[in-house]
């Protein structure tokens, strides 16, 4: 990292630097956050990676960090600074997971920043990633994530922030525009197994899972309308998740590095469609790993602990019949309606932008 990992409080040139900003955007009906439809964002950031379902109003007080800019609908400066402190954490810790040297691999030029967007009195809640920043609960909401659920919201911080990367990596040029988007079940199942919210299912699990015969196989779902039945969302994000973690498992999976994963990010940014790029970068292409997925799973799943399991491996579909609805084990919580994101719906003529998102989780109560 080239840069100090000093956070700064609110600092005036800062403020300073962000203020042609807010001298056009504090009028009384209150600022608009850099977002969808304000006519004063940033050039290039923000405004393109939303679909415009919200208007981010901010209260003129960004907070500024080292890789962060805060905005919030009335979130205090010290809730603010404590979030910005755990963003700047988690980037650390994801920026040397991923093995970035230098902050100009994720696209950092001087000027550039991440935004979050705190929510303090939007209800509900979303937490979102997107290109050039993410949405979470302010730590000073109703909701006082830290206090009632802080592992829940670091989790949320590294899933999201996790979308960030990719999409800084990628050099997407917004939310998903095709084909420079990672499929959804890539996406997510690595923002899942990242996040720190990925539970192996036993290979039992897997088989009464599948036996459902709405479920279809994880990596068919590429983008958001390909999702057979959106309530069940949190389901196949554990499944998506199981999907990543085969692929990474040195020890009984595919066996994908840090270095084949940037890879695959890198030739993306260079071009690539991601079915190219997860064939270069990962030796397998996409079509095989959904054409030979249960095959591949149940072997997987078989292998526990480092010794192969005597259970055989049907070779089709044609899995146990319908098995009790065990299911649930594999199914995530869903109580409540804090922090849900919004309905996954893409909103009309949004087919060729994908958000990324949190699973439709509550945090644990
Ligand atoms: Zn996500």
């Known amino acids: 990292m080239s840069r100090s990992k000093r956070l700064t409080r609110v600092p005036i040139l ?3 630097a962000v203020l042609p900003l807010l001298a056009t955007s504090c009028d009384s009906e209150g ?6 439809g304000s006519d004063d964002c940033p050039p290039g950031q923000w405004e393109a990676d939303s679909y415009g379902y919200r208007t981010w109003r901010h209260d003129c007080e960004p907070y500024v960090s080292d890789h962060f800019t805060v905005y919030s609908d009335g979130s205090s400066t010290a809730a603010k600074d404590t979030l910005a402190r755990l963003a700047e954490g988690v980037f650390s810790e994801l ?25 303090k009195n939007m209800t509900p809640t979303v937490a979102e990633g997107y290109r050039h920043g993410l949405l979470i609960a302010a730590i000073d909401s109703r909701e006082r994530p830290t206090q009632r659920y802080p592992i829940w919201y670091r989790y949320l911080m590294r899933h ?4 960030v990367f ?15 988007w990672l499929d959804i ?22 088989r009464t899972w599948f036996s459902d015969s709405t479920h279809i196989i994880p990596v068919r779902i590429q983008r958001r309308p390909d999702f057979p039945d959106v309530d069940r969302m949190g389901e196949y994000y554990q499944m998506f998740a199981l999907t990543y973690a085969y692929l990474v498992d040195t020890t009984h999976g595919h066996g994908a590095s840090v270095a084949d994963l940037r890879n695959l990010f890198q030739y993306m940014k260079d071009g ?4 190219d790029a997860f064939q270069r970068a990962l030796g397998i292409s996409v079509s095989s790993l959904e054409a030979n997925y249960l095959n591949i799973m149940e072997e997987y799943l078989a292998t526990q602990n480092g010794a192969k399991l005597t259970t055989p491996a049907p070779a089709t579909r044609a899995l146990p019949s319908r098995l009790p609805t065990a299911t649930l084990e594999l ?6 309606a804090s922090l849900h994101p919004r309905p996954l719906e893409p909103h009309s003529g949004a087919t060729h932008v994908t958000r990324a998102s949190a699973p439709p989780l509550d945090p644990p109560s």
Not at 331 to 336: D, F, Q, V
Request: proline letters at 8%; aromatic letters at 16%.
């Open 14 to 16: 800062a403020l300073l």
């Open 31 to 36: 600022p608009a956050a850099p977002g969808p």
């Open 95 to 119: 920026a040397a997971e991923f093995l970035i040297a230098s902050e100009a691999e994720l696209g950092f030029t001087p000027g550039y920043t991440y935004y979050i967007y705190a929510q």
């Open 160 to 163: 999201e922030l996790m979308h």
């Open 166 to 180: 990719q999409f800084s990596l990628i050099d997407c040029p917004g939310n998903g525009e095709w084909p420079h």
């Open 185 to 206: 079940w890539f996406s997510e199942g690595q923002a899942v197994v990242v996040g720190g919210r990925y539970t192996r299912p036993t290979l039992q699990q897997f």
């Open 272 to 275: 690539d469609t991601f079915h």
């Open 331 to 336: 199914k995530l919580e869903t109580r409540g």
